[in-house]
C-alpha cells in the first residue's frame, strides 16, 4: 500500500515478469510491480493490488526483469572514437605509438563530444544508468550526459604533463574546481578528482588534492596499481609502492575509488580495508592490456567494496556491463582456482550496489528499495540464449548477450523504451563518430 | 569471371559491404561480392560486375560483414536444458550433486531432442554453421541436426559406466559404429570417436577405439588434460601423463582433437606437433569451472593447430562463438602477460579454419575460397557497439555482442534469413525446454 498522506500522483507502475531488487541479497521476485512518484520508488507489490493503482502509466514487461541500472564506475567515454584503432599491440607501443600522438592531435571539445555521445549511446542500450568519467574537456562530458539524461561522476583529469584542455596540474585543478562549481545543485551529475596515477602527477599535487578532496568531502578516481611493473618500478625508484604513498598522503578515504588494483599485497588490501576505500575492478580491460587480475575474491573475504568499470573502448572494446560482470564472475573463478568465486548475486550486486557504493550514491541508487531513486532497466530473457529460465540470477550474469535492455529509467524519467533511445539520435551520433576513423588514418599515413 | 564451361545456374550472390575470406590472411575485400553455385563459392570478384550476373537471388547486404561461418569444435548441446541449473557450486559437487544426477535420472530421446533443439537455434543465430556434438543418444542428435540442416561431427560418448544410452563402452561402440554407418554418405553429418576421458574409459578400450579410429580414419574426440588435478591424478595412479598414455596407444593422430589442454609440459606439447594433433580450447568453460588457461599462445608458436568450442551450456553458459572467440582473444593476452598474444586475425581463424581443420574439413570449409562449400555467414557492424568501424577484424573480435547475425548459409543454403531462423520454431523449440525446470526442481526437491 502507497502511504495515505501521500497525494502525489503516480507517476509510473512497472509490471515486470521478476524484480531483482539487489537487497535483499539474493531475492528474485515475480508477480510483484514497482510503483515510481516524484522520480523514487514509492512501493514494491502483488501485480494485483498494482494493477490497481491510478496511475500517468501503466507498463507491462512481461517477458522482462526490472532491476536497478548498472554502474560503470570507470571510463573515459570519448575514447569510444578509438575503438579498435591499433588492437593487438605491444602495451607501451600502443600508448606511445597510437593512442597518444591520436589523442595529442585530435583531442578536442569536437572530438570529446562526438566520442561521448557514442558512448553514453552504447552505454544506456547496455544497461548502464550511471557512469563515472576522467577525460578532457569534462565541462563538455557533462553538457553531454546532460543532454542524454544519465547520471554521472565527472572526475576532471589531472596529469602533470600539457594536454589539450590543460597546461599542468594546477590549470587541472583550476578549471575542475569550476566545473565542480558548476554543477554543485546538479541532481545527476557530481564533480570529483580523477588524478591519473602516482606516476604521472607530482607529490605536490598530490598534496593539494588531498586537501581538497578532504576538505570538499569529494569523490577522488585514480589508476592505481594497474600492474606489477608500475608498483615495482615505484618501489625502485622511491622504496614505497604506490598505494602507500596515497595512505601516507591522506588520500586513501571512504571516498577514493582506486580502479584496476591488479597487484596486491595483504598490506596493500589492509589499508584498503583502514580507510574504507573502493576498488573499481576493470577486468576485461586488464586481460586486453595483459595486466594482470584484480584479486577480488580476496578484496571482498576483507570486506573491501569492489565497483565494476568498462574503461575506455580503445582497451575492452564494448562498452557493456553486462560483458564486464559476465567477464568478471568467469575471471574471479580462474584467479581464485576455485568454481564458487564471485557467484552471480555478487557478481551483479558489484555491477549495481557496488558501483552505486564506489561513487558515494548508495543512499540514492543501486538497489530497488522504497525511498531510492527510480533508476532502474528492464532486460528481457525471452531469447533463445536465456532459455531455459531455470534460474534468473544465473541466466543474467552467465547467458546474456549484453543485447537484453527494453527499457531504462533515470530517476523515473525513461531514456529508452522498447530498446529506443529516447534522448540521443543514434544516426546523428554513428555518423558524427563515423567521421573520425578517416582523419586518424589520415593523420597516421603522414607521421 | 565465372568458368566459361559452367552452365549450372547461379544460385546467388551475396554483395556485402565487406568480406573477410580467412585466406588470404587479414585480407579484408570492400566493394566484392560472392557467387554460390551448386552450394560452392564460384567466384569473388569486384561488385559491379557481381552485380550483372544473372542469378536465382541476389542478396545486398549493405552494412554486413560476409565470412566462413564458425565452427564449434566441442559441445555438449543436449546440456543447454541444464544452462543455470546449479552455477557457483565447487566443480565436483556441481558434477555430483546436480548434473550427474539430473542427467542419470532425465537423459532420453526426448531430453536430447529438446535440449539439442534449443541449442542447435543458439548456435546457428549466433553464427555457428558447423558443430562437434559428444552426447547420449546421438541418434537423436543426428537427426535434430540433419532437420536443422546444419554441418556436424557427432563424436559418440564412449564411457565406462553406463547411461541412459548404453550399458557400458562396448554398447557404446556397437551403437556408434552401427550410427557411423548410418551416416556414412551423409554430405553435412560426420561420425566420430567420443572417448570421455582416460580416466572414464578403460585401457583396453582405449586400445580398441585406437585400432577402430585408425582402420577406419575416423575423427576421435577426448577431454584431455582438463585440469592439472586430472594429470597429477594420472601420474599418481599410474606415473604417466593422459596425452602420453595416448600417444603410447597409438591414440595421438592427425584426426585425434584434444579438449581443453589447460595443462601442458613441453614434452605433452611435442607430442602433439609430432603427430599432427589438434587442440580444441575452451576458454569460458575453463574459467567459469576454474580449470586453468590452456596456452594457445605457446601451442601456435610450435605449429599445433587450435580449434575453438563453447563446451556445454551448463558450464559457459553460452553457446555463442563470437563470445568464444571474445573471450579467447582477451584470456590469451593475460595468460602470456602480452597484449600481442592471439590478434583479432588469429581468433577469427581458429573460430573458422582452426575448426575446420580439427574436424577434418579444412578442404571443404572454414574460408570464403573458390571451390569450397558455401557455408557462410552475415554479421550486420551498423550497431553502436562496432561503431566507429576503424577495423572490421578488431570490431569483430572485440566489439561484438554476437547478436549481430543476420543471414547465415550451409552450402549455400540459407537457414537464418534477415535474423530469422528457416529451419528451426523458436516458439516450439522455447516452449519444449520451458518444461524441463520444473521436472528438474521437483527432482532435486525430493532428492
Request: aromatic share 4%.
Given at each position: 500500500?502507497?502511504?495515505s498522506?501521500?497525494?502525489?500522483?503516480?507517476?509510473?507502475?512497472?509490471?515486470?515478469?521478476w524484480?531483482l531488487?539487489?537487497?535483499?541479497?539474493?531475492?528474485?521476485?515475480s508477480?510483484?510491480s514497482l510503483?515510481?512518484?516524484?522520480g523514487?520508488?514509492a512501493?514494491?507489490?502483488?501485480?494485483?493490488?498494482?494493477?490497481?493503482?491510478?496511475?500517468?502509466?501503466?507498463v507491462?514487461?512481461?517477458?522482462?526483469?526490472?532491476?536497478?541500472g548498472l554502474?560503470?564506475?570507470?571510463g573515459?567515454?570519448?575514447?569510444?572514437?578509438l575503438r579498435?584503432?591499433a588492437?593487438?599491440?605491444?602495451?607501451?607501443?600502443w600508448?606511445?605509438?597510437?593512442?597518444w600522438?591520436?589523442?595529442?592531435?585530435f583531442?578536442s571539445?569536437?572530438f570529446?563530444?562526438?566520442g561521448?555521445?557514442?558512448?553514453?549511446?552504447?552505454l544506456?542500450l547496455?544497461?548502464?544508468?550511471?557512469l563515472?568519467?576522467?577525460?578532457?574537456?569534462?565541462e563538455?562530458?557533462?553538457q553531454?550526459?546532460?543532454s542524454?539524461?544519465?547520471?554521472?561522476q565527472l572526475?576532471?583529469?589531472?596529469?602533470?604533463?600539457?594536454?589539450a584542455?590543460?597546461?599542468?596540474s594546477?590549470?587541472?585543478?583550476?578549471?575542475?574546481?569550476?566545473?565542480r562549481?558548476d554543477?554543485?545543485?546538479?541532481?545527476?551529475?557530481?564533480?570529483?578528482?580523477?588524478?591519473?596515477?602516482?606516476?604521472?602527477v607530482?607529490e605536490?599535487?598530490l598534496?593539494?588534492v588531498s586537501?581538497l578532496?578532504?576538505?570538499l568531502?569529494?569523490?577522488?578516481q585514480?589508476?592505481?596499481?594497474?600492474?606489477?611493473g608500475?608498483?615495482?618500478?615505484?618501489?625502485?625508484?622511491?622504496?614505497?609502492?604506490?598505494?602507500?604513498?596515497?595512505d601516507?598522503?591522506?588520500?586513501?578515504?571512504?571516498r577514493?575509488?582506486?580502479?584496476?588494483?591488479?597487484?596486491?599485497?595483504?598490506?596493500?588490501i589492509?589499508?584498503?580495508v583502514?580507510?574504507?576505500?573502493?576498488?573499481v575492478h576493470?577486468?576485461?580491460s586488464?586481460?586486453?592490456?595483459?595486466s594482470?587480475?584484480?584479486?577480488?575474491?580476496?578484496?571482498?573475504?576483507?570486506g573491501v567494496?569492489?565497483?565494476?568499470?568498462?574503461?575506455?573502448?580503445?582497451?575492452n572494446?564494448?562498452?557493456?556491463?553486462?560483458?564486464?560482470?559476465?567477464?568478471a564472475?568467469l575471471?574471479?573463478?580462474?584467479?581464485?582456482?576455485?568454481a564458487?568465486a564471485?557467484?552471480?548475486g555478487?557478481?551483479?550486486?558489484?555491477a549495481?550496489?557496488g558501483g552505486?557504493?564506489?561513487?558515494?550514491?548508495e543512499d540514492?541508487v543501486?538497489s530497488l528499495?522504497v525511498?531510492?531513486?527510480?533508476?532502474?532497466?528492464?532486460?528481457?530473457?525471452?531469447?533463445?540464449?536465456?532459455?531455459?529460465?531455470s534460474?534468473?540470477?544465473?541466466?543474467?550474469v552467465?547467458?546474456?548477450?549484453?543485447?537484453e535492455?527494453?527499457?531504462?529509467?533515470?530517476?523515473?524519467?525513461c531514456?529508452?523504451?522498447?530498446?529506443?533511445l529516447?534522448?540521443?539520435?543514434?544516426n546523428?551520433i554513428?555518423?558524427?563518430?563515423?567521421?573520425?576513423?578517416?582523419?586518424?588514418?589520415?593523420?597516421?599515413a603522414?607521421?
Open positions: 500500500m502507497l502511504p498522506d501521500n497525494k502525489s500522483a503516480v507517476q509510473l507502475v512497472v509490471h515486470p515478469a524484480i531488487p539487489i537487497i535483499p541479497r539474493g531475492e528474485v521476485l508477480e510483484h510503483v515510481v512518484q516524484q523514487r520508488i512501493a514494491l507489490l502483488p501485480t494485483p493490488e498494482a494493477e490497481q493503482i491510478e496511475a500517468e502509466q501503466h507491462h514487461l512481461p517477458s522482462q526483469v526490472l532491476m536497478p554502474v560503470n564506475a570507470h573515459h567515454s570519448a575514447m569510444s572514437l579498435g584503432v588492437d593487438d599491440a605491444p602495451l607501451l607501443s600508448l606511445q605509438d597510437h593512442i600522438p591520436l589523442e595529442a592531435h583531442v571539445e569536437e570529446v563530444a562526438d561521448t555521445d557514442l558512448a553514453l549511446a552504447e544506456l547496455g544497461g548502464t544508468t550511471t563515472s568519467d576522467m577525460y578532457f574537456f569534462p563538455v562530458t557533462a553531454r550526459i546532460q542524454a539524461g544519465m547520471r554521472a572526475v576532471f583529469p589531472i596529469i602533470d604533463v600539457e594536454t584542455w590543460a597546461r599542468d594546477d590549470s587541472c585543478l583550476e578549471k575542475g574546481l569550476a566545473l562549481d554543477y554543485r545543485d546538479d541532481d545527476l551529475v557530481d564533480v570529483g578528482f580523477g588524478l591519473h596515477a602516482t606516476y604521472s607530482s605536490a599535487t598534496r593539494k586537501t578532496t578532504n576538505e568531502d569529494a569523490p577522488m585514480i589508476h592505481l596499481h594497474e600492474t606489477r608500475e608498483v615495482q618500478s615505484a618501489v625502485e625508484a622511491t622504496g614505497e609502492r604506490p598505494v602507500a604513498l596515497l601516507r598522503l591522506g588520500l586513501l578515504g571512504p577514493s575509488q582506486c580502479v584496476h588494483m591488479t597487484s596486491l599485497s595483504s598490506e596493500d589492509q589499508r584498503l583502514d580507510n574504507n576505500s573502493h576498488v576493470c577486468p576485461r586488464n586481460m586486453k592490456l595483459a594482470g587480475i584484480c584479486p577480488v575474491h580476496r578484496l571482498h573475504q576483507a567494496n569492489v565497483a565494476l568499470g568498462t574503461d575506455g573502448a580503445a582497451s572494446n564494448r562498452l557493456s556491463m553486462l560483458a564486464e560482470l559476465q567477464s564472475a575471471l574471479a573463478k580462474l584467479e581464485q582456482h576455485e564458487t564471485l557467484p552471480a555478487s557478481a551483479l550486486e558489484m549495481t550496489l552505486a557504493r564506489a561513487l558515494g550514491l540514492k543501486g528499495e525511498g531510492k531513486l527510480a533508476d532502474m532497466i528492464a532486460l528481457d530473457l525471452s531469447g533463445v540464449n536465456t532459455q531455459p529460465l534460474n534468473i540470477m544465473s541466466q543474467l552467465y547467458a546474456t548477450t549484453g543485447s535492455l527494453t527499457h531504462s529509467w533515470i530517476a523515473g524519467r531514456l529508452v523504451n522498447e530498446g529506443r529516447t534522448t540521443l539520435d543514434l546523428t554513428t555518423a558524427r563518430a563515423g567521421r573520425w576513423p578517416e582523419k586518424f588514418r589520415a593523420h597516421q603522414n607521421h
